[in-house]
């Protein structure tokens, strides 16, 4: 079992930022992938962000590079999002996910075994 708590929303103005955490305890965390995904009111959840165990391999969605940066600190056991330049679109719950048996930074949200709660992000225009 892993259990994955975020924190770090909030709500902000377009263009400001945010730094999103999610912490990890229960089994060892750092041979896993995490990804980050979020859901719009409405919308079905996507993809957002995966970096590999190590740190060494990411993989961003298209909407989001050049703003976002992910980065792991295994010795916490916590992942981090910066959140720059945010803009309106940004806005829903930033869910962060373990993949435990799967590999990779292009891992399909489904192969993603344990979910936290999410953190709420609502950026006004």
């Known amino acids: 079992q892993v259990q994955l708590v975020e924190s770090g929303g909030g709500l902000v103005q377009a263009g400001g930022s945010l730094r999103l955490s999610c912490v990890a305890s229960g089994r060892t965390f750092n041979t896993y992938t995490v990804g980050w995904f979020r859901q719009a009111p409405g919308k079905e959840r996507e993809f957002v962000v995966a970096i590999s165990w190590s740190g060494g391999r990411t993989y961003y969605e298209d909407s989001v590079k050049g703003r976002f940066t992910v980065s792991r600190d295994n010795a916490k056991n916590t992942v981090y999002l910066q959140m720059n330049s945010l803009k309106s679109d940004d806005t829903g719950v930033y869910y962060c996910?373990?993949?435990?048996?799967?590999?990779?930074?292009?891992?399909?949200?489904?192969?993603?075994?344990?979910w936290g709660q999410g953190t709420q992000v609502t950026v006004s225009s």
């Open positions: 996910a373990v993949a435990v048996t799967s590999r990779g930074v292009t891992i399909p949200a489904k192969q993603y075994d344990y």
